[in-house]
């Protein structure tokens, strides 16, 4: 299988503080995506980061990728309540050119207000 | 959810009985995927399909056969349910432009094989 693999699997923080999450994957890819999915509902897109990037930000969201040791961290900056979800990183190796996205296991965000 | 509709939103049944789970869009996307959900595997890719009646497997395909007879309509069917088949099932869409390499989800389908 090709999936990743998210540490750790749950994580509790205050309002206000940051959050990191991180995503393990076993191939070579030709970009590496985070989804979020709010309990009950399918899951969203956050941001896409591609092979021969490093870092990417959108809002309070930073994503840096590391191919060299297959791994990529989510940084959500000043969380907030709203935040509380399940992440999921997942990942195009383009080998059928169908987007086929290979999902990692998720961590489970709580942010207590 | 992206213009994805799924139905049912909710199904019990038993096993050795079919099973179709619709997935419905209505803005004209070429790809649409098939994914269950289970606790400690993330997201799996049952089938997709890149066309009207042009479809493939994906990771976990066994069990599983779909239909894509029009654009806007992607269906799976499970022959004969298995409680293994107990899931949520979600649709995705491939996105278009520039967010071609994005996946749009509908809500899901919580589908329970007794």
């Known amino acids: 299988s090709q999936q990743g693999e998210e540490d750790p699997q749950a994580l509790s923080i205050q309002e206000g503080e940051n959050a990191t999450m991180n995503c393990s994957y076993k191939?070579?890819?030709?970009?590496l995506q985070w989804y979020r999915q709010n309990s009950g509902r399918g899951l969203v897109h956050l941001i896409l980061?591609?092979?021969?990037?490093r870092e990417k930000h959108s809002g309070r969201l930073r994503v840096t990728l590391d191919t060299s040791k297959k791994s990529s961290s989510l940084l959500i900056t000043a969380s907030r309540a709203a935040d509380t979800a399940s992440y999921f990183c997942?990942?195009?190796?383009?080998?059928?050119?169908?987007?086929?996205?290979?999902f990692g296991t998720g961590t489970r965000l709580t942010v207590i207000p | 959810d992206a213009g994805i509709t799924q139905s049912p939103r909710h199904k019990v049944t038993e096993t050795g009985t079919p099973v179709t789970l619709r997935c419905h869009q209505t803005?004209?996307?070429?790809?649409m995927y098939w994914y269950r959900q289970d606790p400690g595997h993330g997201l799996r890719l049952i089938h997709y399909?890149?066309?009207?009646?042009?479809?493939d497997k994906g990771e976990v395909s066994d069990g599983y056969s779909v239909s894509r007879s029009k654009t806007e309509d992607f269906l799976l069917t499970l022959e004969s349910a298995t409680s293994s088949q107990t899931s949520v099932y979600f649709c995705?869409?491939?996105?278009?432009?520039?967010?071609?390499?994005?996946?749009?989800f509908g809500p899901g389908t919580r589908l329970t094989v007794l």
């Open positions: 399909s890149y066309g009207v009646k042009d479809t």
């Open positions: 997942a990942t195009d190796t383009f080998k059928t050119g169908a987007n086929n996205l290979f």
């Open positions: 980061i591609r092979s021969n990037e």
């Open positions: 803005e004209n996307h070429r790809y």
């Open positions: 191939t070579s890819i030709n970009n």
């Open positions: 995705a869409i491939r996105g278009q432009g520039s967010s071609y390499n994005e996946q749009f």
